[in-house]
């Protein structure tokens, strides 16, 4: 069954969609990038008012990949007490020195267990689908195929069809948790829900006028979870 993930910036939007009863709360502050990242504070106190009623992600940002720098945002995102860390695989930069970095250890949470680490390939950056393995190898538990230029359109329209179900049946062969995010909208949902993503993830489409730096609309939220639930 596909799960709705809904990218929020403020404790406000966060209670809203969780009233909504969408699957996987996002924290990330879209005005700062692709995978802009909310202050720790922020993400801390938003993470105290879900209490544990829905599971929390949140970003460490657009970051280069160098393994000291993405080690220490990890470190200090895990303190905040969310269940998974999303990290963007951006192009350029030590990828492989990253995940040598990042196995070496377990990320306590803030409360009980630990945290789990997802990683964010770009579906307009030509992502290369054989790493999916070593994201397994490195103690992984999940990759999200998502879109670094917003301007490009929706992860439909910069992806093909023969790819998409690529990168879901690579994720699902690791039994890695798989995600499909990236200026989705409504009529995405149809084609995507048949490659069986574990989830779709949104922010503009639940925006006041479809634009993912303005406030979520709970009325759009509402309208996608329907859409996912009767699908």
């Not at 992984?140 to 998409?164: A, H, W």
């Not at 503009?204 to 329907?226: D, P």
């Amino acid at each position: 069954m596909t799960g709705m993930l809904a990218s929020v910036n403020s404790v406000e939007e966060a209670v809203l969609v969780l009233t909504a009863k969408v699957d996987i709360i996002d924290l990330k502050q879209p005005a700062l990038g692709a995978l802009g990242a909310l202050e720790t504070p922020l993400v801390k106190k938003i993470v105290e008012a879900i209490n544990g009623r829905c599971p929390v992600s949140a970003t460490i940002g657009d970051l280069p990949m160098q393994p000291e720098l993405i080690y220490n945002a990890v470190t200090a995102m895990a303190a905040t007490g969310v269940d998974y860390i999303k990290i963007g695989f951006f192009p350029g930069g030590d990828w492989q020195g990253t995940l040598v970095e990042l196995a070496k250890f377990t990320f306590p949470r803030l409360s009980m267990g630990t945290v789990d680490l997802i990683a964010v390939l770009f579906a307009d950056t030509q992502p290369d689908f054989t790493m999916i393995s070593a994201l397994k190898n490195a103690g992984f538990r999940g990759v999200m195929l998502d879109t670094m230029n917003k301007k490009n359109g929706s992860l439909t329209q910069v992806m093909s069809k023969t790819d998409l179900a690529q990168f879901v049946s690579r994720a699902k062969d690791q039994s890695l948790l798989c995600g499909l995010a990236g200026s989705l909208r409504r009529e995405d949902i149809d084609e995507l829900m048949t490659y069986q993503p574990d989830y779709l993830g949104f922010r503009g489409a639940l925006c006041l006028g479809h634009n993912r730096t303005a406030e979520i609309n709970k009325q759009s939220v509402l309208q996608i979870k329907q859409a996912i639930v009767e699908f």
